[in-house]
């Protein structure tokens, strides 16, 4: 198991920019598929992007493709998602999550999460 810890959200304006991080202790990071999702108030908690183990893949939900960007340093054990052009609707809490093998996009592929950051986007 992998232990993951969020930072970097916050209240921002609307076309403003954000770069969360997902540091990562207690196991060997560089094997795990990251990923990003995220829960707005009383909805579903679905995938934002994902990362393979080197880097080489990545995935994008539509909702944010052109405006958010995942890198993770391998070195650091951390992950990042930055966010650009920001929107109301991405007021969310976002997670970070880990799972060993290829890139899946639903939450029951993930066996390991972190507690969530809030990114609230005011209009």
């Known amino acids: 198991q992998v232990q993951l810890v969020e930072s970097g959200g916050g209240l921002v304006q609307a076309g403003d920019s954000l770069r969360l991080s997902c540091a990562a202790s207690?196991?060997?990071?560089?094997?795990?598929?990251m990923a990003w999702f995220r829960q707005p108030p009383g909805k579903e908690r679905d995938m934002v992007a994902a990362i393979s183990w080197r880097g080489a893949t990545t995935y994008y939900a539509d909702s944010v493709k052109g405006r958010c960007t995942i890198s993770r340093e391998n070195a650091k054990n951390t992950v990042y998602l930055q966010m650009n052009s920001l929107k109301p609707e991405d007021t969310a809490v976002y997670f970070c999550a880990a799972r060993r093998g290829v890139i899946r996009t639903t939450r029951d592929d993930f066996d390991n999460w972190g507690q969530g950051t809030q990114v609230t986007v005011s209009s």
């Open positions: 207690g196991g060997t990071f560089s094997s795990y598929t």
